[in-house]
């Protein structure tokens, strides 16, 4: 029996591959995407956020949005995240802080950034403090105000020289640092700060927060910090 050579199908009844996005195109759109909500934010707060004006505005299907991100409040937490690590350079030498010194540096540089984008920080001060925040949006503003003196917190209960020592205990100083930088920037946002106090504010609310955790004598260089920004507080208000 001969068998019957097939035949190539012919490009007209070739079937079609199914269309796709480079990572180029993709990585366009979300970065589209993560503008778009920015400038949402910036002009109305979180609540203004829709995926519809998302699309309209990055010129994108809706579809796309949710495929990109999963979820409007990912989106946002992502898109707050992206904003902070570029205006506070994550990668460079002031990451991570670990000491005394690179914790002030890093209040100084907090400080700067959240004076730089006035409308945008106004419009955020007061959310990490709503009761309706979306969970996944409050971890994000927690992690950004923790990234500040996470590192040089566990340094100092991992060398005993906080009264505190266990995961819990440490975590829940870092929740009342967290709360009390907060409350600080949204003084500033109600203009019960200066733009020359806010860094001084900062800095004094950490460090005496801090101090009251301190094993008795173990950081004296903290307390001197302490006490030279108290009297520049004091010379704020005369």
Avoid: C
């Amino acid at each position: 029996m001969t068998r019957t050579k097939r035949q190539p199908a012919s490009k007209k009844n070739a079937p079609r591959s199914p269309r796709t996005y480079s990572s180029a195109s993709m990585l366009a759109r979300r970065q589209r995407i993560l503008a778009a909500v920015l400038n949402l934010i910036e002009e109305g707060g979180v609540d203004s956020v829709t995926v519809r004006e998302l699309s309209k505005r990055s010129e994108v299907a809706p579809r796309t949005v949710y495929a990109a991100f999963g979820s409007k409040e990912e989106l946002i937490a992502r898109a707050i995240k992206k904003r902070f690590q570029e205006a506070m350079g994550e990668d460079g030498p002031l990451a991570g802080p670990d000491t005394l010194e690179a914790v002030t540096l890093r209040l100084d540089l907090l400080a700067r950034v959240v004076i730089g984008q006035r409308q945008y920080s106004s419009v955020m001060a007061p959310i990490f403090f709503s009761a309706t925040i979306d969970h996944r949006i409050y971890e994000v503003l927690r992690e950004i105000a923790l990234s500040h003196i996470r590192p040089w917190i566990k340094i100092l209960a991992a060398e005993r020289k906080l009264v505190v020592s266990s995961p819990a205990q440490v975590e829940f100083l870092l929740s009342q640092l967290a709360n009390v930088k907060s409350a600080v920037i949204n003084d500033w946002r109600n203009g019960r700060l200066g733009d020359a106090q806010l860094g001084t504010h900062l800095q004094l609310a950490v460090f005496s927060l801090i101090a009251g955790y301190v094993q008795h004598k173990a950081l004296p260089e903290l307390i001197a910090a302490i006490n030279a920004l108290w009297r520049t507080a004091m010379l704020d208000r005369s």
